[in-house]
């Protein structure tokens, strides 16, 4: 990178666009000059394009012909840190930079002007007479002692018509001000009272301070079984980062699980952080994105995506539920949010928490290895423990057919009803049944465009691929024989499992949480918030509930099918199951009530369902390190995997293959090749996949390889190539 950091209006510099373009392009820089870092607005071809300056031009342009910038925008110019962090990602993900550009300016309206609104506070017209609304409305005024209002907050607060606050404008009661759309956020106060730590959090929450106040890069794991405490800890770790006068970001993994952490930001430090997700609305964005660049907002609470946000002195990336499956982003630019949060941090001297009670082998690996620190909390808060976990062996239990609860679970569940305890159910298969069948034939209702099966939702009454979104009516007739009246669901959904439990409790109040039953993230938070204040008796649940929720009266979890995530040769099917059983069985016993959790299996001696009852973590992690070692695959070994896909399964293949006869770049870093295979969905909305597998040993330029293997290929007509380095899934 070049040392000028001023270019004067004419000069030549190279801009970074948003573009698919694999080059910057030389613009002369406009009138006034511009810093390196600036984001501008420059002309492409017929368009105006978003770009960032990010050094002086290439000059092997016609000088003559050299467009200008059109102009600067009005926010602060890229960091180098960030332009850095940008380069080292797109290196790393092997991601085209304007992509990764992209993805950092993901705020709607940036180039538009600063705009500004309408506000309103309370001016000295008398109203001519006084109706119950328009008190209200003053009344409104009158609590928040003089602050302004937009005109539609003030009528949704006062619970008025918008026509009576525009009645009182009129009266001069209301007096209109203009006021820039994009505000600070309110201060946060780091010397707030916290709670009472106890020794061992305390311990924990001064090394992290430390960390913060060394100014300087580092990894901690903070380890913690659910309820110990982790997030009282680190909200002191994000203390010391406000201290300090340095932003802090909090990743979270599920949207439905913010409202609970904002207030408990609030409670600390007396007001609410920013929020960065895709359920935040459009002006919210581009708030947070304009605060965060300019300092105004101190605390982020955010979902990966955040990460590309421009920080300007971030000091602390706190990643909570680290082993969580979605901080891997799994389209568009293929990345781990982890492993990013650790690359932002390095480039910016902060300090990373990655908290977790069953933390990624990768990251437990990097702690034994002493690349990350690592703390431990090894108690529950307070009086409440551990659940009790005990196996229900499915072979001696007796089972009508087409039922999933055991007589020994439904035992336990009626226990829990006649005391007013819930009951939590666990299964990860969302709709009613994952197969229909035709008795007649046999056959079974595939999607037309994917190589996956229809799975029957009944409360919307049709089959839906689960792959591309595709719906159907269950038909009358078998769609291979034709026979009428033979379709049957086969197997368990989490809505078929909602119709056993209401049978054999008439009088329960049952509720299900499955992700596609509710339209909104506000609906679901909603629904949550009633479970937790004891509006259901026996709550279903599929992986949604395995994450962070607090149902204070819950003692009972029953996992309906431990064996379901032991199937498959995924990698990682043992250190997911594990971490997914131990999740879900946290549920239980939150408050004073102890809990048990029952899990139903039919291999009750499998080493994995043997780990997750003992809970003997450090031996489980020890034991699938090891064989992760000798296997030579990560976190002991890298991988990359590689999906073509295209409408013509024969050309997919011969691109395939044609990859596979010239892996010359692989071979030399000593990687080996695997496939060209079908991938285990072959086919998705019509378009046939193939995947190859790259195995390489650590500590190898594998990335370069990639590149020099891949940059040969001409990618003809509709075919499509995706790299994903450390893949998560193999579908
Ligand atoms: P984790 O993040 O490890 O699951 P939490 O931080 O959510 O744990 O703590 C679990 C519960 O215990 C929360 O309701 C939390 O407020 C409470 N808690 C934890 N530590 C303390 C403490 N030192 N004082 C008071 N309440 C605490
Ligand atoms: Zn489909």
């Known amino acids: 990178m070049s040392g000028q950091e001023f270019f004067q209006a004419g000069e030549r510099v190279g801009v970074l666009t948003t573009q698919p373009l694999d080059r910057l392009l030389d613009y002369r820089a406009p009138e006034g000059g511009c810093f390196l870092g600036a984001y501008v607005e420059v002309p492409l071809g017929p368009r105006k394009v978003l770009g960032v300056v990010w050094g002086p031009g290439a000059g092997d342009f016609d000088s003559a012909k050299l467009r200008a910038v059109i102009r600067v925008l009005d926010v602060a110019p890229m960091r180098t840190e960030m332009r850095q962090f940008l380069g080292k990602a797109a290196d790393y993900t092997l991601t085209p930079m304007p992509a990764m550009l992209r993805l950092a300016t993901r705020a709607p309206g940036l180039s538009d002007p600063p705009s500004m609104r309408k506000i309103l506070r309370r001016g000295d017209g008398v109203p001519d007479r006084m109706t119950d609304a328009r008190s209200r409305v003053l009344g409104v005024l009158e609590d928040y002692g003089g602050l302004a209002f937009t005109p539609r907050e003030l009528a949704d607060m006062a619970d008025v018509t918008p026509s009576v606050v525009k009645g009182l404008v009129k009266q001069g009661t209301l007096r209109e001000e203009e006021a820039p ?22 311990k924990a929450a001064q090394a992290l301070a430390e960390g913060v106040h060394s100014g300087c890069y580092g990894t901690t794991l903070l380890k913690g079984v659910t309820g110990s405490g982790k997030t009282e800890v680190y909200l002191e770790a994000v203390a010391a980062a406000l201290r300090a006068g340095r932003q802090a970001l909090v990743l979270l993994p599920e949207i439905a699980l913010t409202a609970e952490f904002l207030t ?82 390095a480039m910016c001297s902060a300090q990373v928490v990655l908290a977790s ?3 990624s082998l990768e990251t437990w690996a990097n702690a034994e290895a002493g690349k990350y620190k690592r703390l431990n ?14 196996a229900v062996d499915m072979r001696s239990e007796d089972l009508l057919p087409s039922t999933w609860i055991s007589p020994t679970l439904k035992q336990a569940m009626k226990l829990r009803m006649e005391r007013g305890e819930q009951s939590l159910l666990f299964l990860n ?22 190589d996956a099966r229809m ?19 269950v038909p009358e007739a078998c769609p291979s024989c034709e026979v ?13 499992l909602a119709e056993e ?30 479970i937790a204040a004891g509006e259901a008796d026996i709550i279903l649940g599929t992986q949604l509930v395995a994450k962070g929720h607090n149902f204070p009266l819950l003692t009972l979890v029953g996992v309906i099918d431990a064996d379901l995530g032991l199937q498959g040769s995924d990698l990682r099917a043992a250190e997911r199951t594990f971490q997914l059983m131990r999740q879900v069985a946290g549920r239980a016993g939150r408050a004073e009530r102890p809990g048990e959790a029952l899990m139903q299996t039919f291999q009750p001696e499998h080493p994995v369902i043997r780990a997750i009852l003992s809970g003997d973590e450090e031996n489980f992690w020890k034991a699938e390190a090891a064989e992760r070692q000798a296997a030579g695959v990560p976190p002991y070994g890298r991988m990359a995997g590689i999906i073509l896909s295209g409408p013509d399964l024969a050309a997919v293949f011969d691109l395939g293959n044609a990859m596979a006869r010239n892996d010359g770049p692989l071979r030399r870093i000593g990687a080996q090749l695997f496939g060209p295979a079908p991938a285990p969905i072959a086919r998705v909305r019509g378009r046939h996949r193939v995947r190859l597998l790259v195995k390489a040993p650590k500590g190898v330029p594998l990335q370069e390889a990639l590149a020099r293997w891949t940059a040969p290929l001409r990618l003809k007509g509709d075919l499509r190539l995706s790299i994903d380095i450390d893949p998560q899934s193999f579908f």
């Open 377 to 390: 909390l090894t108690s529950r808060f307070g009086a409440s423990v551990l659940p009790d976990m005990r």
């Open 264 to 345: 408990r930001v609030e409670a600390r430090f007396g007001a609410k952080p920013a929020e960065w997700h895709s359920g935040a609305t459009m002006t919210e964005r581009r708030r947070v994105w304009k605060m965060v660049g300019q300092g105004a907002a101190q605390l982020v609470i955010g979902a990966r995506s955040s990460l590309f946000l421009p920080f300007r002195d971030l000091g602390l990336i706190i990643v909570d539920e680290e082993h969580d499956t979605s901080y891997k982003q799994e389209d568009g630019v293929l990345y781990s949010a982890r492993d990013m949060a650790v690359l932002r941090a």
């Open 357 to 359: 009670a069953t933390p």
């Open 181 to 202: 759309r994009d505000t600070p956020y309110p201060h946060l106060d780091p010397e707030l009272p916290s709670k009472q730590l106890t020794e061992d959090q305390a």
């Open 484 to 496: 009428e009246g033979k379709m049957a669901p086969v197997g368990p959904g989490i809505e078929r």
């Open 429 to 450: 298969r969302r709709g009613f049944a994952p197969v229909t069948i035709c008795r007649a034939c046999g056959a079974q209702v595939a999607c037309d465009h994917c």
């Open 455 to 473: 799975v029957e939702h009944r409360f919307m009454k049709r089959l839906m691929c689960h792959q591309c979104g595709e719906t159907k009516p």
């Open 501 to 530: 439990a209401a049978a054999l409790f008439p009088e329960a109040r049952i509720a299900v949480l499955s992700s596609d039953l509710f339209g909104s993230a506000r609906a679901l938070k909603q629904r949550i918030e009633e």
